[in-house]
């Protein structure tokens, strides 16, 4: 099985109505187990999730990922927590087999 990063952000962005890439993502701190990228389009900034697809390929995680993002959702009404964007019904997003969540809001440079 292939457990490599299959990053593809402008599919992401296209496939999402996110706008086009002003410049190539930029890897920031955030992820222990998964990789941060921040990214800036045509139309706002976001951090994206690229979710490790070691951990992915494990039978329960997609189910854990998403119970996990409704719990935060769900908090973020109460403390300060970043709920993943929703895209097409769905809290994780997948573009060739490689999961991302994806989270708005970046502000300042990326």
Do not use: W
């Not at 039978?59 to 895209?87: D, G, M, W």
């Amino acid at each position: 099985m292939n457990y490599q990063y299959n990053l593809h952000f402008e599919k992401l962005c296209n496939t999402l109505d996110l706008g086009e890439l002003i410049k190539p993502p930029e890897a920031i701190s955030g992820g222990l187990l998964h990789r941060m990228f921040a990214i800036e389009t045509s139309i706002g900034k976001y951090a994206v999730k690229a979710l490790n697809p070691q951990i992915m390929a494990r039978p329960t995680a997609l189910n854990n990922f998403i119970k996990s993002e409704r719990i935060v959702s769900i908090a973020s009404n109460h403390i300060p927590a970043q709920p993943a964007k929703i895209y097409k019904g769905a809290l994780l997003q997948n573009i060739d087999n490689q999961f991302y969540i994806v989270l708005t809001g970046l502000k300042g440079g990326a």
